[in-house]
Every structure is written in C-alpha cells, then in structure tokens.
C-alpha cells in the first residue's frame, strides 16, 4: 500500500482478521481447502468450495476470539450462518480479484511471508516446515497470501471509483466546519449586572432597566467600563471590573455570543440585554479569530501488518508492541524496522508518509496520530488497512489555499461514503458471481 492508498482507498479485510486460536491454525489457504474425513462441500462460488471442515475451523476461532475480547456472540445457528456467508463474500472478491489482471512482486510476497513468520516467532524456514508439518503446502500458502493481497488492491480500485461528492456537497461541509470553528472561538467578556428580583412587577423592570439604560450613558460619556462596573455592577465579578474571563463560545451563554457578535473588540453593547438575572450591558475584551485559513499539517512514518486467515489482528498487535518496545527503548530506530517488516509501499523510505494535512488519513489513523507527540510511537492502531504502529517525526503550521481546503473536505466525505459503497460493490460482485449452495444453510 502505497501513501496515497492509505488517504481514503481500502475496505476491512475480507473478514480475514478473525483470529485463529493459533496464528497458524487452519492455515489451508481460501478456496483450496482440501476434503478431509466427514467433510463435505457447502458451497461452491465461482470455481471455488468452501467446506464444511473449513466453516468449523472459521466457527472455532471466532468463539476463540469472543472468549478473549468478552464479545458476545449469536446463537450457534446464526454464527455459522454468518460465517459462512463471511467465507462465500471472500471466495467472490478473491476470485474477482485474480481475473482483475493485477499483480504482486515477489518481494513484496516475500516480505509478507517474512512477516507470518515473525509474528509466529519463527524464521521463514521453520514456517515452512511447520507448515508441512500441519499439511499445507507451502507454494498453496503463498499462493493464499497473493490472493489476499491482491484482493485488498482491487478493492481500493473499485470502491474508492464508484464514489462521488458533488460540489454543493463540498460547499454544505464547508460552512457546517466553519460554523463549528466559530462556535469554538473563545471570548473574553466584561459584564455590568442590573438584577430584577424574581416575580419583579412590571414597574420594578422598567425602573431596573432605566438603571442598565443610565450605565450606557455613562460609557458612551467615556467613562471606563471598568470603573462603573466597580460602582454599580450586582454580579460576581465587579471587583475585576466585569470582567467574566476568557471562554470558549460554546460554553457562554447563547444571549451573550449573540449580543457581542457585532461589536469591535472595545465595544460595548448600545442597549441593555434582559435575561433571567436581570439586565445586562456588555462589553467584548477579546476575541480569537478560528479561521480556515490554516492548518497543521503533520509528518509521520508507520509500520503496517496485515492480518490474514493464517495471521489474527491480535496476532499482528501483539507484534507491534514488540517492535514499539524495541524503539521507545532505544534498541532499534523506527525506520529501520519499518523497512524490515512494513507490508506497505512506503517501507523503502523507513515508513514516511509525509506531509500529510487533516483528511488525508482515514479516521482511526489519523485520531491516534494527532494525539501524539512529538517523537511519540503509538500502540497498535487497527485500521481497514490492517494494524499499524505510527510514530510522529514533525508537525507545523501552513496556510492552506482554498483550492486544497476544498479538496480535504473532498477526502472526508469520500470516506464517509466508503462503507455503503463497499457494500455496493459487494452485493454487485455476488449477485454475477456464481454461488451453489450444496446444502440449506438452516442445516450447517
């Protein structure tokens, strides 16, 4: 996977991720599941089978997964349903996959088998004769984790292709992120406080506000609002001259954000403000302008690994930490085990993925990013891409022109359209693909 493939492309894994009990468990590759004793066929899609031996193991390891995780799990007849109905999606998008006319390189295979093997503790050499020893081939073994791989790359071609954002769409997301950074400006508002007794007559408010209306006139005088404050003011904060202290738009009330919204820093308002406590005169101290204007744009590398049918996400995790380990320690330099071990285009550069501005990663990736600091190395993050490690090199601020700014909010809603085109996509794929199923699925 390449930088740009990372911003908005891939969908989740095949349901590859679920875990085995052992990383190598069940590790007969997808569609070449040989028959075994009391096995039988359960369905044939394309021109591959899925077996009753294989939908267990499948069944097995997702119990294996929820004892871990505490994850509550369907009745026996559902689960097996849904697994089996996970196994046929796969041989689909598999079989899709290889006539797509794609390709893996060699090293790129040998680098994702280096990978299993790791993550097994084992060197490559003991990996294929572990696999022998549990009866699969290892050229089928290969063989299964190219199907995975270009599986995920056919996918990030033809999702990321179906799905289209209009300009008004751009325009509609555009004003609702500017309208939230307006509400997150922090204001800094004086206040002098007439109070009207609770279940004040008419008579009483009318004379408290001639009050407020007097104050106006002596700060239209020139008298400085500090001072009246100190004089008059009913409120909490007379003795610093009303002033209510720097806050964050959202958390005054909304009276207030709407009275000073017209008012110059130094202004005051023209007339008194009622509410509940009484009457009002305020004046705006400072504001902080929130723009769109710029952005903090981030440089990180990481490491990706990919789960598959032979490696579990927990697996890929538990690897990840060890290698996390290896670098907050000191042992070993980040770049240099991503360029060992990453399963991603950007292994060659030791992980970088550049300058990269807000939206460019997909969200999981990006919230555990930002909450790094400088030279911080994150735990395992899963992601529709697999399970990463990431490490933040630099950060900086840059102005970002409206051509660009356009384009991120572009990116995000792309991603926000991912799901239900992958689905789509999906449904597409089974409804031409051919699927016999050898028994009724009430019966596995």
């Known amino acids: 996977m390449t930088h740009p493939l990372l911003l908005r ?8 991720a679920l875990a085995a009990v052992s990383p190598l468990a069940g590790a007969q590759p997808a569609g070449r599941v040989s028959a075994q004793p009391a096995d039988y066929i359960v369905a044939v899609v394309n021109n591959e089978l899925v077996t009753q031996v294989e939908v267990a193991q499948r069944v097995a390891r997702v119990r294996a997964d929820a004892q871990r995780s505490g994850a509550r799990l369907p009745p026996d007849d559902q689960l097996r349903r849904q697994v089996l109905d996970a196994l046929i999606e796969e041989r689909v998008i598999v079989t899709y996959a290889r006539d797509s006319g794609m390709r893996v390189d060699e090293p790129e ?15 490559v050499e003991r990996l294929q004769q572990r696999l022998r020893a549990e009866g699969v081939d290892y050229a089928r073994f290969r063989a299964n984790l190219r199907d995975q791989i270009l599986a995920e790359r056919v996918r ?17 997301a555009l004003a609702q992120r500017q309208a939230k950074l307006g509400a997150s400006s922090e204001l800094n508002i004086a206040q002098i406080l007439v109070t009207v007794p609770e279940g004040a007559s008419a008579d009483v408010v009318a004379e408290r506000r001639e009050r407020a209306q007097a104050v106006i006139q002596r700060l239209r005088a020139g008298e400085p609002f500090e001072r009246v404050a100190r004089e008059v003011s ?35 308002s023209a007339e008194p403000l009622r509410s509940g406590a009484g009457w009002h005169v305020l004046k705006l101290l400072s504001r902080s302008q929130t723009s769109l204007a710029t952005i903090t744009q981030t440089r990180a590398r990481h490491i990706l690994l990919r789960p598959s049918a032979t490696v579990s996400a927990e697996a890929a995790g538990r690897r990840l930490a060890e290698l996390r380990e290896q670098v907050v320690s000191g042992q070993r330099r980040f770049e240099d085990l991503a360029r060992q071990f990453s399963e991603d285009g950007s292994a060659a550069s030791g992980g970088d993925l550049g300058w990269a501005s807000p939206g460019n990663f997909v969200p ?21 891409f697999g399970v990463h490690l990431i490490q933040v090199v630099e950060r ?32 597409e794929l089974r409804a031409r693909a051919y699927i016999e199923m050898r028994e009724p699925p009430q019966a596995l």
């Open 9 to 16: 492309a891939a969908a989740a894994a095949l349901g590859l």
């Open 234 to 268: 009913e409120d909490a904060n007379r003795e610093k001259g009303g002033e209510i202290g720097p806050k964050p738009a959202d958390r005054l009330p909304d009276l207030f954000v709407e009275a000073v919204a017209p008012l110059a820093v130094g202004g005051f």
């Open 109 to 123: 295979l040998d680098r994702a088998v280096a990978n299993v093997a790791a993550m097994n503790k084992l060197t």
């Open 156 to 172: 990030e071609r033809e999702v990321v292709s179906r799905i289209r954002v209009t300009d008004a769409e751009v325009d509609a």
């Open 364 to 384: 999981e990736f990006e919230e555990a990013m930002g909450r790094l600091p400088l030279g911080g190395v994150s735990a395992p993050i899963v992601s529709r």
């Open 396 to 427: 900086r601020e840059v102005p970002v022109d409206p051509k660009e700014l356009r384009e991120q909010v572009r990116n995000t809603l792309r991603e926000q359209k991912f799901d239900p085109a992958y689905a789509d996509w999906v449904a």
